[in-house]
């Protein structure tokens, strides 16, 4: 089974930047695409950024031009380079990976997610 992995949640203040990343396990036979998404409280999950295997990008408007996702196929990693954080930007960030097996079945994961908190 596929598991995910977040990293580099943590506190930051109005302006900062952050790095997040994400770690995959196991073997995906196929990747449709990888992302991120985000839950704020009291907020539905929202999608943030996200990156297929040919690099085609995809981010929320709320993030374009702050946000940049990028991945490295070779070792099913996804990460999520934030900056000028806002304090908006608040949430539990969650990796996605959506991807197929050997025969073609469609598979979704997700990571347990990641908090950032930005300070105003």
């Known amino acids: 089974q596929v598991q995910l992995v977040e990293s580099g949640g943590g506190l930051v203040q109005a302006g900062g930047s952050l790095r997040l990343s994400c770690a995959a396990s196991?073997?995906?036979?196929?990747?449709?695409?990888m992302g991120w998404y985000r839950q704020a409280p009291g907020k539905q999950r929202e999608l943030v950024a996200t990156?297929?295997?040919?690099?085609?990008?995809n981010y929320a408007d709320s993030v374009k031009g702050r946000f940049s996702v990028s991945r490295d196929n070779a070792k099913n990693t996804v990460s999520l380079q934030m900056n000028s954080l806002k304090p908006e930007d608040t949430a539990v960030y969650y990796c996605?990976?959506?991807?197929?097996?050997?025969?073609?079945?469609?598979?979704?994961?997700w990571g347990q997610g990641t908090l950032v908190t930005v300070s105003s």
């Open positions: 990156i297929t295997s040919g690099a085609s990008t």
């Open positions: 996605n990976a959506q991807y197929q097996d050997r025969t073609r079945r469609i598979f979704e994961v």
């Open positions: 196991g073997i995906m036979w196929s990747i449709n695409a």
